[in-house]
Each structure stands twice: as C-alpha cells, then as structure tokens.
C-alpha cells in the first residue's frame, strides 16, 4: 500500500514549511507561503490524462457569495488538460493557515 494523497500533501508542506523557517523566512507565513508547495507536490501526481496544477479556481459546487467581495474558490486542483484549458478536476485542495503557536490535535483526511 502506498502513500496516500492527503498524507503525501501534507508531509511535503511540513517538510516545506520547516526548510523555510531553516532560512529565517517565518516571517512571511501565511497561507500563500502554500503556494509553493502544494503546486509542485499537485504537479508530481501522475494521471491517466495529461494535467496541471491549478490555483484559485472558482467552482460553481461552491455557490456563490452573498453581497459583495470575492467568489469562493477552491485553494488548489489537479485537473486534466483540454487543450491549453483546464478539464475535470481530479484533485482538490483546501488550505487553511493557522495561526496558533501549538496545535493539539492535526486531522487529515
């Protein structure tokens, strides 16, 4: 049994964000310091079809905002090429940074 997608993520955002406190650049985390990360980890996962790594993408599943401000989006997906565009998605991620010093308890799912 391999490694499972989740557990593949967040193992190499941990190992991302600890090289990144290594070179004194805790100072500028935050979620998009994700970007990195989670985009190259997305663009090694190996499909039927051929994909790419996509970020902020609207997705009508997610229905829209009431009022004013930005549409909900989805943080990170693998989807399959159509072309140039983007196809089914086949992977989505959501990100959330938090903000606390220790967390007792990391659920991944």
């Known amino acids: 049994m391999g490694i499972t997608t989740s557990r593949r993520l967040a193992e190499a955002t941990s190992c991302w964000l600890h090289y990144e406190y290594i070179c004194q650049r805790a100072g500028l985390f935050d979620e998009s310091a994700l970007k990195s990360a989670v985009g190259q980890v997305l663009s090694s996962f190996v499909i039927d079809k ?41 992977i989505a991620v959501e990100t959330k940074w938090a903000a606390q010093k220790r967390l007792s308890t990391i659920f991944l799912g």
């Open 50 to 90: 051929p994909s790419r790594a996509w970020s902020n993408i609207p997705h009508p599943a997610l229905g829209q905002n009431s009022g004013s401000g930005r549409k909900a989006e989805i943080d990170f997906v693998l989807a399959e090429l159509n072309g140039s565009e983007m196809g089914n998605i086949r």
